[in-house]
């Protein structure tokens, strides 16, 4: 069989969520958060990067650990590193650019903005200081929260922010003292001071500030680029909320970010770097919500944070993002797409597949990790959280090495996407669990099964193999259960 790649993309005990893909001479480097397997919060690890040659997205190197939180000096109050971006510099240095967070985002808004560097895009890189002002003091304004940069012909663009009080028009606000007071303790000031602040310009939002020379001294304030007041605009049903990014394809500009949902990413076009974006659309959501009209009750996986980029590689264009694992969003895996531009420059929102980078179906031959399934839902699945879950439902999960899908109930659908099915006719499914029922198979609709095998009690992982003649073609693989009680898939094989 030849080599192929799935999603998620990086090995199954790898957890990198928020993926800015960039391409630096002839390989694409992924630089993200780093979650671990099982965590109990954000960001536990430290920074990593993974690179692939950009004629060869099936091959991902691990290029070692290329920043360790220690070197940051507010590494002892906020030690979780949280989602990092990179940038060239004119100088010819790679310039890391982050923010640091307390256990389970305590303390996450309160910046500043961290830069580090290295001579080498992959590290490791070096404190260099905080974003500050020209006087010397930290630059503060608005939130400096998940730090987005692009060298723009020369000049170096950062762009940040969040919006946690969304729903607030300036006037609502005013009258909510509970807020006002939240924000006064967050920021430092004083409720007066929030008031007068607010009323000059809201702290919430996205925005854009231009960096001097030394890639750390802001030339000016910063300046928001989207409306951080949504109502009446086309951002009204997708505000902006965390995860900015920013792309230029064609001499456009490309503001991707995760929406109020927090499920999908978003993006907006403009002729310009700090004004008159446009909405356009969602580009991914990883429960598959809003394509093809889908509801969020209708969600095809557990849903939660999410936070990646678009990049032109080798003359296709691709979207990450990443998935949730572990009942959480504190184990969070890299997934990516091909992506198609519109004429028009603008992107269709795209099916979340196991097949991802691998540039045609998976074939159906050989073994696969039920790990790889990219709809894994009870019809109930729930929206992620600041929380570890304890109800059950099926969820990707490990025990040591061993990484399967695990506390499938009744009702619970898992899918595939795609494979290539050429003349299959046997299946074998590895699973574990005290449950009794049965296991549909389909490769056509999830609701129109071709083969029902009852399913037997077992407590360690057995191989159940089932005579089946699958349509040919490239189609999904779905495999519906009806059980009472609680199953463990390991994985599959044709």
Request: proline fraction near 4%.
């Amino acid at each position: 069989m030849r080599k192929q790649v799935f999603n998620p993309f990086l090995p199954l005990n790898e957890y990198i969520p928020d993926g800015e893909p960039h391409v630096f001479g002839n390989r694409v480097y992924l630089y993200g958060s780093h979650d671990m397997e099982a965590g109990d919060t954000f960001c536990m690890r430290d920074y990593c990067v993974y690179s692939a040659s950009i004629t060869d997205l099936k091959n991902w190197k691990y290029e070692g650990i290329s920043y360790d939180a220690k070197n940051d000096p507010n590494f002892k109050e906020r030690p979780y590193m949280y989602a990092p971006d990179c940038v060239k510099g004119n100088d010819g240095l790679y310039y890391l650019y982050y923010a640091m967070s307390g256990y389970r985002g305590v303390g996450g808004y309160f910046g500043p903005i961290s830069v580090a560097s290295s001579n080498k895009p992959y590290g490791p890189f070096k404190f260099v200081g905080f974003v500050k002002h020209k006087d010397g003091s930290l630059m503060l304004d608005y939130v400096p929260f998940d730090p987005a940069v692009i060298n723009d012909n020369g000049v170096i663009r950062l762009y940040y922010g969040t919006q946690y009080d969304y729903e607030e028009s300036l006037e609502s606000f005013l009258k909510n003292d509970e807020l006002i007071t939240l924000e006064a303790n967050m920021f430092g000031k004083t409720k007066e001071e929030i008031i007068e602040y607010a009323k000059a310009d809201s702290v919430n939002g996205a925005v854009m500030a231009i960096l001097e020379d030394d890639m750390i001294t802001v030339k000016e304030k910063p300046k928001h680029i989207i409306p951080y007041n949504t109502k009446g605009t086309k951002f009204e049903a997708h505000p902006f909320f965390e995860g900015s990014s920013i792309r230029k394809f064609n001499n456009k500009y490309y503001f991707i970010y995760s929406s109020k949902q927090n499920h999908e990413l978003c993006y907006a076009m403009s002729n310009y770097p700090d004004k008159d974006f446009v909405f356009k659309g969602t580009l991914v959501s990883n429960g598959d919500i809003g394509l093809n009209r889908r509801k969020e009750e209708n969600r095809l996986n557990m849903t939660g944070t999410t936070h990646g980029s678009v990049e032109y590689i080798n003359g296709k264009y691709y979207i990450f993002y990443h998935r949730l694992t572990h009942k959480s969003d504190y184990s969070r895996q890299a997934c990516a797409e091909e992506i198609k531009m519109n004429k028009d420059g603008t992107f269709n929102q795209v099916e979340i597949t196991s097949c991802g980078l691998n540039g045609a179906a998976l074939e159906a031959k050989g073994k696969y990790s039920a790990c790889i399934a990219c709809n894994i839902t009870n019809g109930k699945m729930p929206h992620g959280s600041n929380k570890i879950f304890t109800e059950h439902f099926p969820n990707v999960n490990n025990e040591k090495e061993l990484r399967f899908i695990s506390e499938i109930t009744d009702k619970t659908l898992i899918g595939f996407k795609y494979f290539d099915f050429n003349h299959n006719k046997k299946l074998k499914i590895t699973y574990r669990g005290l449950a009794h029922g049965f296991v549909n198979i389909s490769n056509d609709l999830p609701n129109k099964f071709i083969k029902k095998i009852k399913i037997n009690p077992v407590s360690d992982f057995t191989t159940l193999i089932i005579d089946i003649n699958f349509q040919d073609g490239t189609r999904p693989l779905y495999l519906y259960f009806e059980i009472d009680g609680l199953l463990d898939l390991l994985d599959i094989a044709f």
